[in-house]
């Protein structure tokens, strides 16, 4: 049951702490009611990309209980969303840092702005899997054991839906975003590239290049209802696993 909207100031249910940021804040997600997870969901793992964070936050401050198999976690940045940048405290793109047979030691270049180049450069970190949020998220999905892991970025406006499940094509017409598949080569080092190593169904939600008060009416409502049913959200006529 949803919340009355007077009350979605604050969360009807607490987090618990999974690990810790290298500037020691701590890393929150929101276990499911049920021992079984279906989806994990994370956003903000790019500090330039809040509306993640705000758009999946507004959904799980929707809900009067926990959500009913899905795992969340609103930030898996919180020290680049703090300092609004890309990287984490030591300047590593925490999404080109997983243990992923792709991984590279080359400098991640990054756009300034939408239309520039791209020079900005980044750490992929010192090795794979060596920064602690990357280590805590991986631990964390170890200990759910997810069905399927959704990460929410911006604003490429796709779903990113490599695998080809029911939740993508659902995802895709109800956003109204194409759906696609990213190419691995362009993400050494990325929480995709590692997933398709490992076996793991994920789905890129690229939100669009929009402000967040625009997307607001159009994702939140997705949102909340994948938090409410898990996987339910797929037709039954269409479901086979869902994810």
Same mark, same amino acid.
């Given at each position: ?7 979605? $100031?604050?969360?009807?249910?607490? /987090? ?14 929101? =276990?499911? %009611? ?15 990309? /809040?509306?993640?964070? #705000? &758009?999946?936050?507004?959904? &799980? *401050? ?11 976690? &609103?930030? %898996? ?6 300092? $609004? ?6 300047? !590593?793109?925490?999404? *080109? ?11 991640? %270049?990054?756009?300034? $702005? !939408?239309?520039?180049?791209?020079? #900005? ?6 090795? /794979? ?6 280590? %805590? ?19 490429? +406006? ?15 017409? =109800?956003? +109204? @975003?194409? *759906? ?11 929480? +995709? ?5 490992? $076996? ?15 997307? @607001?009416? !159009? ?13 339910? #959200?797929? /037709?039954?006529?269409? =479901?086979?696993?869902?994810?």
């Amino acid at each position: 049951m949803a919340r009355p909207i007077r009350n979605r $100031g604050a969360f009807a249910t607490k /987090p618990s702490v999974y690990g810790h940021s290298v500037a020691n804040a701590p890393l929150q997600v929101w =276990r499911p %009611a049920s021992s079984a997870v279906d989806i994990l969901i994370f956003a903000g793992i790019h500090g330039e990309e /809040p509306d993640s964070t #705000v &758009l999946l936050s507004r959904a &799980l *401050r929707s809900l009067s209980k926990r959500p009913t198999s899905c795992a969340v976690v &609103l930030c %898996a940045n919180p020290d680049g969303m703090q300092c $609004g940048t890309r990287g984490n405290s030591n300047g !590593v793109d925490l999404n *080109r840092n997983f243990p992923s047979s792709n991984w590279s030691a080359e400098p991640v %270049a990054h756009q300034w $702005g !939408v239309d520039s180049d791209r020079t #900005v450069l980044l750490s992929p970190g010192e090795a /794979p899997c060596s920064e602690p949020e990357v280590e %805590a998220l991986l631990e964390l999905i170890a200990d759910l054991d997810p069905k399927c892991v959704i990460s929410i970025h911006s604003p490429l +406006g796709v779903i990113d839906d490599p695998n080809g499940t029911e939740l993508g094509r659902e995802l895709a017409a =109800r956003t +109204g @975003l194409p *759906r696609t598949t990213l190419p691995y080569e362009d993400t050494p080092g990325s929480f +995709g590239s590692w997933a398709n190593d490992t $076996g793991l169904a994920s789905i890129t939600y690229e939100l669009p290049d929009s402000s967040i008060w625009s997307m @607001l009416p !159009v994702h939140v409502p997705i949102l909340q209802e994948l938090l409410e049913k898990g996987l339910a #959200v797929v /037709p039954a006529n269409s =479901r086979g696993g869902g994810c």
